[in-house]
DNA sequence: TTCCATTATGATCGAACGATAAAAAACAGT
DNA sequence: ACTGTTTTTTATCGTTCGATCATAATGGAA
């Protein structure tokens, strides 16, 4: 008895969550993001609230979506637990090469522009690194050479993984981040 | 016989880049900057171009001063190169704690915020990193334990250089900071 | 002291921003 | 077919943005 909405909400998140990662939210204008997902600002302030409300909205759609899959990815592979984040990380620095990662990682972004000022979005931050940083150190504590240290080596992991997203975001080519991974995976595998 | 400048063009820039800093380019407005020089719009016009040039001028003097510094503390360490390298992380994570770097680096912001939609501030987070990564390399170099691996070693600690600041910036205490550095000192000294 | 090149100031520009409101449109239930 | 509720559209709001300009102020040179 109303009238149906004509767009899929999730949709329109990921288109929005483009922009966001490639312009960042003080970037991206709700013309920008009107133009990107097809709706008229109307429409997107009607659906998702306003700019900021809509960001949040695409940070937690990032952690269902992107961050869930890279946490299976890991938890899939069937080798020993330090070679499975040494894996993750190879995967990605394979995938810069022909690429991928340009915009780096939308997680990364958001850190670095808007968590200092916002706590919202500071907590979504958190949120999105806080599974990954577990499935790294769940998959260290189960490999027998890195049990003990675990915690250290999931904080480790954490930090190279951001690392290597800023190096990719600055320019730096797929050799620079494979060879930064290389020396990550060996401290992993130690 | 003209005017004479009522400001000091590097405490301005210091100013100004105090600014970027904390909150990125598109999110200083020239409000802020004129705020925090204490100059009048026109005269931060006058004295240095429009805000994308006065953008490239603070990163022109973080790469002179701050990193030429960093530089400097590096080579002045009388260690073995690869604890040279170590020494410098390890120096910023205890200083995380005292609440030090809140804003984390301004070089890796730059290189998030603005770099990749931007050639000429593209060149300059190059310019930045540059001299950081080659003392990185020398002094890896330096050190026979070291030496071989050397190239791969700095693309690396400049990987962990930056993951460290973007954990800083998104809320990562001193202590998780610590414990990432702890392991990047450990993959160096091999 | 007068002059003049330069700087500092204050007012203001058009454009783009985020956000809103009113009107038109689209269905579901009766 | 009519009604009622929600969405979509269109137009527009007030604000802030980056940037500019005419004017006042400054201090060394003549």
Redesign the interface.
Known sequence: MARPRSFDAGDVLDKAKAIFW???F??SSISDLAAATGLKTGSLYNGFGDKHSLYLKTLDRYREKEVAAAVGWIERQDCRGAEAVAGFLKMIAAQVESGAY???CFL??A???Q???DPAI?AR??AN?APLRQVFHEQLKRDPRTAE?A???A??A???????F??I???ADGA??R??V???S??LSV
């Open positions: 490639a312009k960042g003080e970037g340009r915009n780096g990364c972004n850190a670095v522009d968590a200092p000022h500071a931050v958190s690194m240290a915690a250290i080596l904080d480790f954490l930090a190279a993984y951001l690392g290597m800023v190096m975001r600055g320019g620079m981040v060879r930064a290389s020396v990550t060996a401290a």
